[in-house]
């Protein structure tokens, strides 16, 4: 059974920086696209970032460009979203999904959420002062 579990989530300060994890158990993240999204209230569910399988492509919103870096460990299973220079419109529950067929590549659109097949619970990230 596919499982992904995030951590990392908090309340910081703007201009702060988190690293939120992506844990996942029943597969090897090797082999699927991993893929960041948030959703804040009253909002819709928001692509942030995507990393391609195996080859690495990765595309971010072009909100978070050049504050967020999508990465994966693959000793750990792990993927993360290091998050820095935050800001109060960053507030909002990050959210990873994984599937083994959505591509991600800079050349294109970012996945929409409907594209992932397997998801987390969420972790909740606030930026405040």
């Known amino acids: 059974q596919l499982q992904l579990v995030e951590s990392g989530g908090g309340l910081v300060q703007p201009g702060g920086s988190l690293r939120l994890s992506c844990t996942a158990s029943?597969?090897?993240?090797?082999?699927?696209?991993i893929g960041w999204f948030r959703q804040a209230p009253g909002k819709e569910r928001e692509g942030v970032s995507c990393?391609?399988?195996?080859?690495?492509?990765?595309n971010y919103a072009d909100s978070v460009k050049g504050r967020f870096t999508i990465s994966r460990e693959y000793a750990k299973n792990t993927a993360y979203l290091q998050m820095n220079n935050l800001k109060p419109e960053d507030t909002a529950v990050y959210y990873c999904?994984?599937?083994?067929?959505?591509?991600?590549?800079?050349?294109?659109?970012?996945?929409?959420?409907?594209?992932?097949?397997?998801w987390g619970q969420g972790t909740q990230v606030t930026v405040s002062s």
């Open positions: 999904a994984a599937d083994a067929v959505v591509r991600c590549s800079s050349w294109y659109r970012l996945p929409s959420w409907t594209d992932f097949g397997s």
């Open positions: 029943g597969f090897s993240v090797d082999y699927y696209a």
């Open positions: 990393i391609s399988s195996s080859g690495g492509g990765t």
